[in-house]
T-cell receptor, first 111, second 115 residues
């Protein structure tokens, strides 16, 4: 049963600390997305990659967020330094054509 | 500027009846539309999609209708079941020759199906 795997599922960290979220896309998918879900904004796109190349990261605060795909089986989203306003659920999704399949998310709490 | 809008934050329906969830969009470049279902503490799950060359797509109890002139789509669930209770997200993407398939989401509608 192919699925997108995200780790960790939950993360509590102190303000100012670095946070790294990881995602294993579905094997064979060439597109990877990072979304953030908040009560106010809903699901907002942070970044996405096609064939490991970043296509759009305009939704991401550049000064503290970074997204990479070191290889086809791993995507990472880093926040440094983290702030309380970053508290949200972060979803990774992967796709091949027009449909994206989501992981279960990482719930981040910054205190 | 919200390009995909779900104007009803919630909807309550009796089991066995029809659920109709609505979605409006503003970007004329959108040519592919999707519905996702989301349970608490889980990621969104793909339900059904439709291309702009069609006006209807059906999969079991789920049917999506697209009205391009009105920039409106709807998801019909017949018959509704208590297990359908979840948040439903509408999403859209623009083809752009295959280079830009990012999904833009609405804010979701919470569907409650009462036994």
């Amino acid at each position: 049963d192919a699925r997108v795997t995200q780790t960790p599922r939950h993360k509590v960290t102190e303000m100012g600390q670095e946070v790294t979220m990881r995602c294993q896309p579905i094997l064979g998918h060439n597109t990877v997305f990072w979304y953030r879900q908040t009560m106010m904004q809903g699901l907002e796109l942070l970044a996405y990659f096609r064939n490991r190349a970043p296509l759009d990261d305009s939704g991401m605060p550049k000064d503290r967020f970074s997204a990479e795909m070191p290889d086809a089986t791993l995507a990472t989203l880093k926040i440094q330094p983290s702030e309380p306003r970053d508290s949200a659920v972060y979803f990774c999704a992967s796709g091949l054509v027009r449909v994206a399949f989501f992981g279960q998310g990482t719930r981040l709490t910054v205190v | 500027d919200q390009q995909v809008k779900q104007n009803s934050p919630s909807l309550s329906v009796q089991e066995g009846r029809i659920s109709i969830l609505n979605c409006d969009y503003t970007n004329s470049m959108f040519d592919y539309f999707l519905w996702y279902k989301k349970y608490p503490a889980e990621g969104p799950t793909f339900l059904i999609s439709i291309s702009s060359i069609k006006d209807k797509n059906e999969d079991g109890r789920f049917t999506v209708f697209l009205n391009k002139s009105a920039k409106h789509l709807s998801l019909h669930i017949v018959p509704s079941q208590p297990g359908d209770s979840a948040v439903y997200f509408c999403a859209a993407s623009a083809g752009g020759g295959g280079s830009n398939y990012k999904l833009t989401f609405g804010k979701g509608t919470l569907l409650t199906v009462n036994p």
